[in-house]
């Protein structure tokens, strides 16, 4: 099969389609004909070198697609069937060996392509606001990075439990993206400072800079109040006021979904079925698929995601 492969180690760019060995399938596994894969911000790093897949999976590039069934294995499921894919690795290839807990069934009313632009931001965002930090009417949300995919996405979820939403972004033009998705308070980081509008108010807070926002957050929380980070995009180390959280009862929450052992996975993608799914079928939330490459043009699609300028999700298309 043809799979995007870092060529040069030293160039996080040298993304080229190569013949490579077809993934062996393993007991509890289908394998699926991949017809378009989410590009996520983990997976420029992972091209970097420095986010490698966990043990024992696949180390192509590529955390979700979309495609079709086209061998069952042991599994019971039907050769033919339209799948999202939840994954650890093998996104930016012609076919995957996928879990058989982490397969999602195409949310009516999108189209293969359009679905891989939600599975990624839809267990990540549910599993974090939904699952752990359980947002409900009347919450105050902060999502940072807001007109990003997990940002676009989160936005609108909170908005359809009734919380109100505050984001921050580098543009006004993306701040009034993410007005239109629902946002009611904005920040323009390179502006102003978010904790000056929003201390001791928010919480919940959907964080994923890292170190350099940590003291920030934990002023921005109000009490009983829950930092989740999700990714350290401007570092991994900040410094944490315990005595400025003790009084407040505030919790900070540090997670990775790809880490996640595969049942656990299993979980997050049926209770994502269960409660995402119903939502996007009504339209309460919308794909924010904003650009579309081919899959031999993965390396214009990491230089679209990191230009700053990206808006909402990018999808990789595999044609025959």
Excluded at 93 to 102: F, L, M, N, R, T
Excluded at 144 to 162: D, E, N, P, T, V
Excluded at 177 to 194: K, M, P, S, T, W
Excluded at 230 to 242: C, N
């Amino acid at each position: 099969m043809k799979a995007i492969t870092v060529t040069n180690p030293d160039n996080p760019r040298s993304l080229e389609l190569t013949e490579i060995p077809m993934p062996e399938l393993q007991s509890g596994e289908v394998m699926v004909k991949v017809a378009a894969a989410g590009v996520n911000r983990a997976d420029l790093v992972q091209a970097e070198g420095k986010y490698p897949a966990p043990r024992g999976e696949s180390e192509i590039i590529g955390l979700e697609c979309t495609g079709t069934i086209v061998d069952a294995g042991d599994t019971g499921r039907q050769v033919g069937e339209e799948v999202a894919c939840l994954l650890a690795g093998g996104g930016y290839a012609e076919y995957v060996a996928v879990p058989e807990g982490q397969l999602m069934r195409i949310p009516e009313g999108l189209t293969l392509t359009e679905a891989a632009a939600v599975v990624e931001v839809a267990t990540t965002v549910w599993s974090n606001l939904g699952m752990l930090a359980g947002v409900s009417e009347g919450d105050r949300v902060l999502i940072h990075g807001g007109a990003g995919g997990i940002g676009s996405f989160a936005i609108q979820l909170c908005k359809a439990l009734g919380a109100e939403v505050a984001v921050t972004a580098g543009s006004n033009e993306k701040l009034d993206y993410c007005q239109e998705l629902g946002a009611d308070i904005l920040v323009n980081y390179r502006e102003e400072d978010f904790v000056d509008k929003l201390h001791g108010s928010c919480d919940v807070i959907l964080d994923v800079v890292g170190g350099p926002y940590l003291e920030d957050n934990i002023k921005s929380l109000a009490t009983d109040g829950k930092l989740i980070v999700i990714a350290v995009q401007g570092g991994p180390k900040g410094e944490l006021s315990l005595g400025r959280m003790m009084p407040r009862r505030l919790s900070v929450h540090a997670t990775t979904l790809r880490a996640r052992p595969r049942a656990m996975k299993a979980e997050i993608c049926r209770s994502t079925e269960e409660h995402v799914w119903p939502l996007i079928e009504s339209g309460a939330i919308k794909h924010q698929m904003n650009k579309v490459f081919q899959l031999g043009d993965a390396a214009l699609a990491h230089n679209h995601l990191d230009s700053g300028t990206a808006i909402g999700k990018t999808v990789l298309v595999v044609n025959d």
